[in-house]
């Protein structure tokens, strides 16, 4: 291990952003049976997504703790550690992590599979213009923090390519199990079809239908469905809203009648709240799954269960 690195990269190398922190309970960072390859997994949705795939063959670790906002995550020096004997680094991509290139030329493991679970999606710009959306693949230079927004797995298709590309590499490093994991990757390609058929069936009479949000994270979901949003902060859910456009939001949400504010389980919802008192509107969650709270895991909650719950309040949004 280069020794100065490990030092430098725990202060260096962070997510930015500023989300609400909630419990920093680590998933899946226990005791790993000698026996099984490790897969170290960066945000809850490649880490549900390998799950669903490896299933107990693999140990898969969560690198952001459960319960906080991915944007807020600093890099511990025990993942470091840990990623030294790690078989495969599945991360996002699309400029979600941005330590991610740092950390794999620094980890002393040349074995170390790296997996960009977004590559092959078609990315949209920071700046939401659709006539700006670039193929993943061939622009793979120009991909930087902040260029793009992250958030790929919000629109299910998206989600089918991410873990056809975490089931390929799996595959690679574990041919034995092959059939398992293809299989695997079958029924929950099913699901997510199913899922996805779903919102188009029941979010079609709603299309050009505009939402506010806590923060510009679902763009590919209203890519795939015909929505708009507005969000009360951008991407990367950074700071608050100054007067002005507060002013600005308040003015649109009476201009087009919403119902509904959308706030998210790990941000601070005093915005949303006064945004939605100041205009009579209700708050409902809309959970952009950056990552789970250690309640929802504990009751069962995942990718399609949570993106199931996101449907009935878009709906109950346009009522």
Known sequence: MKKITIILLA?????????????????????????????????????????????????????????????????????????????????????LESFADKIIGAIDNKDLVAVEASRGVDLIKADNHEDEDHDHEEEEEEHHHGAYDPHTWLDPENAIIEMENIKNAVVEIDPDNGDFYEENFNTYKAKLEELDKKYQEELKDYKGGKIVVSHEAFGYLCRRYGLEQLGISGINAEGEPDAKTMAEIVDFVKENNIKVIFTEELLDTKVSDTIAAETGAKTLVLNPIEGLSQEELDSGEDYISVMEKNLSNLLEAFK
């Open 11 to 95: 202060t260096l190398l962070v997510f930015t952003g500023c989300g609400k922190k909630q419990a920093t309970i680590q998933e899946g960072q226990g005791e790993t049976g000698s026996d099984k390859k490790t897969i170290y997994t960066s945000v809850y949705p490649v880490y549900d997504f390998t799950k669903k795939i490896v299933g107990d063959k693999f140990n898969v670790e969560l690198i952001v703790p459960v319960g906080q906002e991915p944007h807020d995550y600093e890099l511990d020096t025990n993942v470091l550690k840990g990623m030294e004997n790690a078989d495969i680094f599945v991360y996002n991509g699309a400029g």
